[in-house]
């Protein structure tokens, strides 16, 4: 397998909804981090919630629906009722939502309709309930600027014959309410880097129980999450997809991503991909592509690595731009050689 840089990421996850200065003791240093501030994170009775939540319900199906909006790298979802568990996407319906409301519409043609294209099991409501990606179509059922995976699709289907495998190494920090690093003294910074990847102890480790909550949350809905670990930032973590062959790398990472944001919600904290959520001496955050073809896993298969290496080289520039959600900008405060 050879490795692209590590440039697969939702950038400022992170739509335009405030910017964030934050002043530190040691120096000033400005981070816009184009998040909500969380001003409260009250938390509900969890044995209140599963009363309810492990009600009964039949041979009725929850079908959540879960699409990227209109800023690239935000997720949205809704839920509807099903008489039954779908065995393909195709045994869902088409549904459609408010494409004003998400960046994806104008006012006077807002309908924007939802293709199921991949369906995972729910471990957030208890019972046979499920989640379902979907691409994005506008009224005239075509695809939307901001879904990318319909033309992934296609050329995916195309060179269906090399057997593309993608492995996905995702990694993202956890913020507190106020949008700092959680676990980190709120006036200051915790200790240089080097003790915390992969490290073991509470000293070392800020946030565990999220990481370990969505490793298994993963893998209950169907994803094929390789593994996880600690990493070099305090705060910061790492998962692996795959790996998966062809647009269901994409699909499988997305829908991680919208476990990993859902499951937030009960731990009162906030997930960024920003590529650098901490100005100064600290690691950025990444999405590591791993990628092979059938020739490159195969004896020899070196020479073909070597090849694609090359073509890749010429194409550089063009592939920082669209790895990004920014168009490089993201990528040039992360890819600086310093870390």
């Known amino acids: 397998i050879f490795l692209t840089p590590k440039t697969l990421q939702r950038g400022a996850m992170l739509s335009a909804l405030k910017s964030v200065t934050r002043h530190v003791s040691r120096g000033l240093i400005s981070r816009s981090i184009h998040l909500c501030r969380v001003q409260s994170t009250r938390q509900f009775d969890q044995r209140v919630v599963d009363r309810y939540l492990t009600l009964p319900q039949g041979n009725i199906v929850l079908a959540t629906y879960v699409w990227i909006d209109g800023t690239g790298t935000n997720l949205r979802c809704k839920t509807k009722t099903v008489s039954a568990y779908p065995k393909s996407p195709s045994d869902l319906s088409v549904w459609n939502f408010d494409g004003s409301s998400t960046g994806q519409a104008s006012g006077h043609d807002s309908d924007v309709y939802m293709k199921p294209v991949a369906i995972y099991r729910d471990p957030f409501i208890p019972g046979n309930n499920c989640l379902v990606l979907c691409e994005t179509l506008d009224s005239e059922e075509r695809p939307l600027p901001s879904n990318k995976r319909n033309s992934c699709a296609k050329v ?20 507190d309410g106020d949008l700092y690093p959680f676990g980190w003294p709120k006036q200051g910074f915790p200790g240089p880097q080097g003790p915390y990847y992969c ?4 000293n070392k480790v800020f946030g565990r129980q999220v990481m370990d909550a969505h490793y298994k949350a993963c893998i209950y809905a169907g994803l094929k999450i390789g593994g996880t670990n600690v990493e070099v930032m305090p705060s910061q973590f790492e998962y692996q997809v795959g790996p998966c062959e062809g647009v269901e790398a994409a699909d499988q990472l997305w829908m991680s991503r919208y476990v990993l944001d859902r499951m937030a919600e009960e731990f009162g904290v906030v997930i960024t991909l920003d590529p650098k959520p901490m100005t100064g001496d600290w690691n950025g955050t990444g999405g590591h592509c791993n990628f092979s073809t059938h020739a490159m896993r195969q004896e020899g298969g070196i020479e073909k690595i070597k090849e694609a290496i090359e073509r890749l080289s010429k194409e550089h520039d063009r592939h920082i731009r669209l790895y990004d959600p920014k168009g490089g900008e993201d990528n040039k405060r992360r890819l600086t050689g310093h870390h």
């Open 199 to 202: 490290g073991v102890g509470t």
């Open 156 to 175: 995916m289907e195309r060179v269906k014959s090399e057997r593309p495998w993608f492995g996905i190494e995702q990694e993202y920090t956890l913020l």
